[in-house]
């Protein structure tokens, strides 16, 4: 699990929230999400060419190779974007995770990958250039199950290296009746993908109505990618060229799975520009504190917590908050 960009793991992670991070060329997964952990957003951000064949040496059985065949080194490809699981080991599930404005490109599978009795709130994401997986289900031993998952109001379009058919949603054809319950309202779908297996109707994998989630702001599937394309990753104080060059390939259908970054031109190297002035030293821009009521020159209010929500002033200037209001 140490190639995976983002870890959630465990009870003691709960009410997290993963906002605005870019997160490509992971060796393994963008992100995993892990035992017990609960209540997670992942809300506007970028998960994009998950590396398919770099240092990936484990071998299968030929039979288990993804559709593209095995790497060079004889390993499985791999590029994966998002694993909700139990850990290997089993254990409690992880359970309430949302994930909306999100944007997926060039991964080659689980879009996501949900395998433990866990409800998902899949809403308002961009999944781009699929591979021969979209979002595939099903459920670990000892996981009693059903998988709940809402696939609601997403912007889902081929690119150059999607299999012609792919679904949309699927699950392994063996998976017990009524193990999955799916729901399935305003997707849009552009190129050859389907939306589910034929099977998913006779086995019981459709879900009589919309799981209960909380709520978040919606649209229609192709405002929501435009939205997303505009505002998704690490935008501030400027998109870098990487996430500027995966969004515009959503719109020209350009792209391509990736085993090194060198191969779409490499880390990028952002001018840091000058720092604002800080005359005490405490990592709060004078400006912001003059803004915000504290002193420019004083450097022990980094530590204070004047409306006592439990962040120091120099915590809300980091996440982009009022120290003087709480929940601010």
Not at 93 to 121: C, E, G, W, Y
Request: hydrophobic fraction near 40%; glycine fraction near 10%.
């Amino acid at each position: 699990m140490g190639r995976d960009a983002v870890l959630v793991n465990g009870p003691s992670a709960h009410h997290v929230v993963l906002d605005h991070l870019s997160l490509e060329w992971a060796e393994d997964k963008a992100l995993v999400i892990f035992g017990g952990a609960t209540d997670v957003t992942v809300q506007w951000s970028i998960l994009a060419e998950t590396l398919y064949c770099a240092n990936h040496t484990k071998t299968v059985d030929p039979a288990r190779f993804d559709t593209f065949g095995p790497c060079p080194t004889g390993g499985a490809p791999h590029s994966r974007a998002v694993t909700i699981s139990t850990t290997p080991n089993g254990g409690t599930p992880p359970d309430r995770i949302s994930m909306h404005h999100n944007l997926f490109a060039h991964n080659n599978k689980r879009h996501p990958n949900v395998v433990s009795q866990t409800l998902v709130d899949f809403v308002n994401n961009v999944v781009y250039d699929l591979g021969d997986l979209g979002a595939n289900l099903g459920l670990k031993p000892g996981n009693p199950g059903p998988v709940r998952l809402n696939y609601v109001r997403n912007w889902v379009a081929a690119g150059p290296g999607t299999v012609t058919g792919v679904h949309m949603v699927s699950a392994p054809q063996n998976t017990a009746e009524g193990a999955l319950q799916v729901w399935l309202e305003g997707n849009q779908i552009e190129g050859p993908i389907e939306a589910v297996p034929d099977f998913f109707a006779t086995r019981g994998y459709l879900a009589g109505e919309r799981h209960a989630a909380p709520p978040i702001t919606e649209s229609m599937p192709v405002a929501a990618r435009d939205a997303v394309l505009q505002g998704a990753g690490q935008t501030l104080p400027v998109r870098d060229a990487v996430d500027a060059r995966i969004a515009g390939e959503v719109l020209s259908g350009a792209g391509r799975f990736v085993d090194d970054p060198s191969q779409v031109g490499g880390w990028p190297d952002p001018a840091a520009g000058p720092p604002p002035a800080d005359a005490d030293g405490d990592g709060m821009p004078d400006a912001w504190e003059a803004q915000h009521g504290l002193d420019p020159a004083a450097a022990a209010d980094a530590v204070d917590d004047p409306d006592r929500d439990g962040y120091t002033n120099v915590e809300e200037f980091l996440n982009g908050t009022d120290p003087t209001r709480r929940n601010g």
